[in-house]
């Protein structure tokens, strides 16, 4: 029993650091996106005026009425490059760098023990067992990551140009403590809980997939399953679509968590938020950023769930 469990920590700690090196180097290699992202979804981006030309409907003269349009990526981006410096593109990636694996760790461990506990109250492998699972899971993770996305969200919104000094991590955290107390590690919580649903569509769909291909899977003569490089690139395009479809599914809630961690907003509550950007700035603004969100997400997240499907066929493998 002693070598059993010893066998069975080791594993758990093994899929975790492999789980933990690939989304650290998925968090490094994507940070400029998710600065963009941030940026894009922002209430602080400057709008672009425009004067657009309509025709009255009982004289045919034409009037003239005030627009906006909102910044490209690439707009974007060269604002950053010119005002603030090629630096500013990796704000907030030291507690992206904290962060990222315990979260892997917390949400991996936490989907697997609830695999377990549904599979026993549900059909086992069902839909419902998937997407409770993923539910939960992103519920632990979020409850217990928030104040560190917190800081990285307002770290990714500080405006400073060339020469200022910005704010670290810690000295970030500090004031966010000064201005609004613990709860203000709390802010947009509530936005990230709506946001499990994305996690739960990517999952059903992703398990729903995974089932497809392993019934499609090459029978060996001893009927055994065989796994081959094609199958886990077949996995990495089903996480990838799987992501895809979610990500554009569930994306508001991302905008509507931007705004109420802005600072000294006049974004209170989750749905009041909503209303506002809906009022004001019409339905079009809860996209915004989505461009390199799906850059950023979709093959990270196909390289983690590929990585940790080849980590699990190696250890069943070892056994």
Same mark, same amino acid.
């Given at each position: ?16 650091? @492999?789980?933990? @090196? ?8 994507? @940070?400029?996106?998710? #600065? ?32 906006? #349009? ?59 067992? =998937? ?8 519920f632990v993770t ?52 709506a946001g499990i ?50 990500? @554009?599914?569930? *994306?508001? =809630? ?14 209170? *509550? ?8 809906? #009022? ?6 809860? *996209?915004?950023?989505? #461009? ?15 990585? *940790? ?11």
């Amino acid at each position: 029993l002693e070598n059993n469990s010893n066998t069975t920590l080791e594993t758990f700690l093994f899929k975790n650091t @492999c789980i933990e @090196c690939s989304g650290t180097v998925g968090a490094i290699v994507t @940070c400029p996106l998710e #600065v963009l992202k941030t940026r894009l979804q922002s209430s602080g981006l400057t709008l672009r005026p425009i004067f657009q030309v309509q025709l009255g409907t009982l004289s045919g003269t034409g009037v003239i009425r005030p627009g906006a #349009v909102t910044p490209g990526l690439l707009q974007v981006l060269r604002s950053i490059l010119e005002k603030e410096g090629p630096r500013s593109l990796f704000r907030g990636l030291g507690p992206n760098l904290v962060g990222v694996a315990p979260s892997r760790a917390i949400y991996f461990a936490a989907y697997s023990k609830s695999k377990e506990m549904f599979n026993g109250l549900f059909v086992p492998n069902s839909g419902a067992v =998937h997407m409770s699972s993923a539910g939960v899971a992103a519920f632990v993770t979020n409850s217990l990551m928030n104040p560190i996305w917190m800081v990285k969200t307002r770290m990714q919104l500080e405006k400073k140009s060339r020469g200022e000094k910005k704010m670290n991590a810690l000295q970030c955290a500090r004031y966010v403590y000064k201005t609004e107390g613990v709860r203000g590690f709390y802010r947009g919580l509530t936005a990230s809980y709506a946001g499990i649903s994305e996690t739960m569509i990517c999952f059903l769909i992703y398990e729903t997939l995974k089932k497809h291909l392993a019934n499609n899977q090459f029978t060996s003569p001893n009927n055994e399953k065989e796994k081959g490089a094609s199958d886990f690139l077949s996995l990495m395009m089903a996480a990838a679509f799987s992501k895809g479809c979610a990500s @554009c599914i569930a *994306y508001p =809630h991302e905008v509507i968590r931007t705004r109420l961690r802005e600072e000294g907003c006049k974004y209170k *509550y989750f749905f009041q938020t909503g209303r506002l950007i809906a #009022v004001e700035e019409g339905y079009a603004a809860f *996209y915004r950023g989505l #461009v390199p969100q799906l850059i950023r997400q979709i093959p990270n997240t196909a390289i983690v769930l590929s990585t *940790y499907e080849l980590i699990v066929h190696l250890l069943g493998e070892s056994k």
